[in-house]
Every structure is written in structure tokens, then in C-alpha cells.
């Protein structure tokens, strides 16, 4: 397939507007894009880990959650020169890295569908004051604890962290994949039972427990929902694309 049309289908569904929004950097990290695409290797994370996998299968493109490089080059390899050693080694193969990230998380059938999705919410909406959100109802109340297990389940995580203080009976959900904990407050003044995030500082906790609200924190790599959200979408665009997810990040063991 043309590049030019399948990053401009890409682009239309999550447009580098929202990552503005956030101070972001998406898009094009390093490389050329090539004018054909055919194979995908799509991971949260472009890391030394992934190169050899990248050699063994050379792909045209790369597609990754995080961005590769956060900030200009001479920003990032000043300080990163792991970084900077890993994007020669990429440069010299000739195979270019792309990045959707926030603009993934905001944007429709993005991140935080799919996790709310995932959960089987029904009337999803993203509210006003964080267009990121996603907030739904379950179709039947859980207990918090049940509730708890249900989501690690749905989200396959070993494990969670959950501040227990609000209602007893969760129905509305409010979600934010990744590390969106400062949020809280949003899915509390919407009428949330419970909101769902990650990297929640010990501030955070304390204020949700002061506030009697529950908070569920899962892991930062909740969001390898991304490989299998972007496949479906490229598959969509054109089922003849030849895409490998690389699901290589393992969660700290927990002692």
C-alpha cells in the first residue's frame, strides 16, 4: 500500500491536533518512509530489545505507542546516548520508526475505546473537560472487589493496586490507559464509582482516599492494547499488510 494514503487514514482517525494538546511529539521519530508499505511491526516501545526482531524481519515500517524520541534530536541524544546509539543502529538499516501517541489515546477507536470496550462499558462518552477519557457504564453493578478482578482479567495484568474508599457498587467507569492518575477528579465530578489509570504518585492516593473515592491503578503496560487496536485498524484499511506485534515488555516482579 502507498504510504501517503495509509498514514493519511491513520491521521484523519487520530490527528497530531490532539497530541498538541498534550505537548506531545508524534508522527515520524527517525528514518525515510518508503512510498510502498507491506510489513508492520507494531510495539509499545522501540527498544534494544526489539532490533533483533527488526533484522530477522525487516519491515518498512515501525510502529510504536510511545514516542522513540521525545523532543528534537540534539535535545534527547545530549542526555541519551543509549538512545542515540540505538537510532544509528535503525538509521543504518533503513527502517523508519512512527509514533501514535495521545493522538492514539484521544482519538475514536483508539486507546481508551478499546479499554473501555474491553470492559464491555455501554453509553462510552469522553467528557468535556478531558477529551482523552473515556467513561461508560458496566450492564450490571459489581461489587468493587469483584469488580477489581473482572477489569485485571479483561486487561490481562498479574496484578493492580486498588484504593477502596468510594461506593461499594461500581456501575460507572471512568478510564485513562497508562498514566493519567492526576484525572481522578474528572470521572469523581462526573459521577464515576471508580476510575481507572496508572503511575498514581502517593499524593494522589491519599487525595482519593481523603476524597472516599476508589481508584484502580494497573500497570503503564496496560496499553499493549495498542498493537492489537492498530492491527485491526491497519487490517481495515487494507487486509493484505503483513503486521507483527511484539509484546516484550514484562511487568516488575512483584516480592
Request: with cysteine; aromatic share 10%.
Amino acid at each position: 500500500m502507498k504510504t501517503s494514503i495509509l498514514l493519511n487514514k491513520l491521521a484523519k482517525k487520530f490527528p497530531k491536533k490532539y497530541a498538541k494538546m498534550n505537548h506531545d511529539f508524534v508522527g515520524l521519530m527517525t528514518g525515510k518512509l518508503p512510498k510502498e508499505i507491506k510489513r508492520i511491526v507494531l510495539c509499545l516501545d522501540f527498544d534494544w530489545q526489539v532490533l533483533p526482531l527488526i533484522k530477522e524481519n525487516k519491515p518498512d515500517i515501525i510502529i510504536t505507542h510511545h514516542p522513540f524520541i521525545f523532543g528534537t534530536k540534539y535535545r534527547v541524544f545530549k542526555w541519551d546516548k543509549n538512545k542515540e546509539a540505538l537510532c544509528q543502529e535503525i538509521d543504518a538499516l533503513g527502517v523508519p520508526v512512527y509514533s501514535f501517541h495521545t493522538n492514539f489515546d484521544t482519538g475514536k477507536d483508539g486507546m481508551n475505546d478499546a479499554l473501555a470496550e474491553a470492559l464491555d462499558l455501554e453509553n462510552i462518552y469522553a467528557p468535556q473537560s478531558n477529551i482523552m477519557m473515556r467513561i461508560g457504564q458496566l450492564k450490571e453493578a459489581m461489587a468493587v472487589d469483584e469488580f477489581a478482578s473482572f477489569a485485571k482479567a479483561r486487561f490481562n495484568m498479574e496484578y493492580g493496586l486498588l484504593v477502596n474508599e468510594g461506593s461499594d457498587t461500581i456501575r460507572k467507569v471512568g478510564i485513562i490507559g497508562g498514566g493519567g492518575s492526576r484525572s481522578w477528579t474528572i470521572a469523581r465530578d462526573e459521577g464515576c464509582d471508580i476510575y481507572i489509570s496508572g503511575d498514581a504518585p502517593h499524593y494522589v492516593r491519599r487525595a482519593v482516599v481523603n476524597e472516599k473515592f476508589n481508584y484502580l491503578d494497573f500497570p503503564h503496560e496496560v496499553e499493549k492494547i495498542f498493537m492489537v487496536q492498530m492491527k485491526k485498524i491497519l487490517l481495515s484499511i487494507d487486509d493484505s499488510l503483513e503486521i507483527l506485534m511484539v509484546d516484550h515488555e514484562e511487568l516488575p516482579k512483584v516480592i
